[in-house]
């Protein structure tokens, strides 16, 4: 095989109560690339299609994912990058890590597969991090993965697959202004209290455990986040409006999208979330504020081949 095309998917990190460790993969919205083999050694971005983003390999966190592989793989050959953007950087669903983990799982098929789930994440964790001044893998490993994953440590990386209920459907409203990762971090608080960290964990255990039990009522029970969200909710013009009206409107929970300002809400089943897509809308139209909406079943598979040759 010399050159791929893969959909590389967008995805929900943090799920409210999970900040940094819980993420999921959406399946209606991602970028596309492709790689091909070059002579030349080394990688080079040759084309970028949607936003405005650096073409320099270091600059890129496609590039920067690619050359740690690089520098581990050694391979006899190069790469060269195209990259059609349809996730808006700053969104919130995780447009780095599309870029930084599409590259490195599109080489990987490219020589054979000789590194792993979990090796592959790592290396797309190095571009994530030119984006978001930390490494964290809450986007990374569900785009990769599929599903729900749980990423129980960082060094040394471990992933945990959760298995989520079958019906569950997630809507996503993106209010067109820009939160950067980075500084979207720079505002939370270094310590916490003992008595909202028992909270939250609380609620972390119980989410997980309502996964593996397809137990619905749990899961809205446990979607919470008095931590990061109390920080953030105030980057996001009328965030409460928009929660309270998705869980009127029959949500399970709803919650920012990883550092916002997208937001997004979990349901039973797809009329229910086209439900919230409704109500969420609404909120937005009475403003001057631009926004676009998502319905998407969980992406189980993850990065998907569109096709080789
Ligand atoms: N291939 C890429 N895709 C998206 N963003 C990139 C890419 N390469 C570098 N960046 C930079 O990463 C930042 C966006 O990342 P981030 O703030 O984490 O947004 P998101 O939440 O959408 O991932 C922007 O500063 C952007 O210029
Ligand atoms: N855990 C991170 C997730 C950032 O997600 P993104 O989609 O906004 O890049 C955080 O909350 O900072």
């Keep these: 095989m010399n050159e791929i095309k ?5 995805t929900v990190a943090n799920v409210s109560c999970g900040f940094d460790v819980l993420g999921f993969c959406l399946d209606t919205i991602g970028d596309e690339m492709v790689v091909r083999k070059t002579k ?3 990688i080079r971005i040759t084309k970028i299609e949607g936003y405005d983003l650096p073409f320099e390999a270091h600059k890129n966190v496609a590039g920067v994912s690619a050359l740690a592989l690089m520098e581990v793989a050694q391979p006899h050959c190069g790469f060269e990058i195209e990259i059609y953007k349809k996730i808006k950087p700053g969104s919130g669903i995780g447009s780095s890590s599309a870029s930084a983990a599409g590259s490195v799982w599109a080489i990987n098929q490219l020589l054979g597969s000789p590194f792993n789930k979990t090796q592959i994440t790592n290396f797309a964790m190095k571009g994530e991090a030119l984006a978001s001044g930390c490494e964290h893998a809450d986007n990374i490993a569900p785009a ?3 599903g729900f994953t749980l990423v129980k440590s960082c ?3 471990q992933v945990l697959a959760i298995p989520s209920p079958s019906k569950l459907y997630a809507t996503i409203i993106h209010p067109e202004i820009e939160i950067k990762t980075a500084e979207a971090r720079a505002i939370l608080p270094k310590q916490i209290a003992l008595k909202k960290a028992i909270t939250q964990w609380a609620n972390l255990g119980s989410l997980v455990h309502a996964m593996h039990t397809s137990d619905y009522e749990l899961i809205s029970d446990s979607l919470n986040d008095i931590i990061v969200e109390p920080f953030r909710s105030q980057l996001i013009p009328y965030f409460d409006v928009v929660k309270t009206e998705s869980i ?3 949500a399970l929970g709803a919650g920012i999208s990883g550092s916002g300002p997208s937001i997004f809400a979990l349901s039973k089943g797809k009329a229910a979330a086209e439900a919230v897509a409704h109500a969420m809308k609404k909120v937005y139209s009475k403003t001057d504020i631009n ?3 998502h319905l998407s079943k969980i992406n189980m598979e993850g990065i998907r ?3 080789s040759n």
Excluded at 6 to 10: D, G, K, Q, T, V
């Design 6 to 10: 893969i959909f590389s998917p967008a």
């Design 40 to 42: 030349d050694k080394g």
């Design 144 to 146: 990769i993965f599929g």
């Design 155 to 157: 060094t040394p990386l």
């Design 248 to 250: 009127k409107a029959g």
């Design 291 to 293: 926004f676009d909406i």
């Design 305 to 307: 081949v569109i096709k």
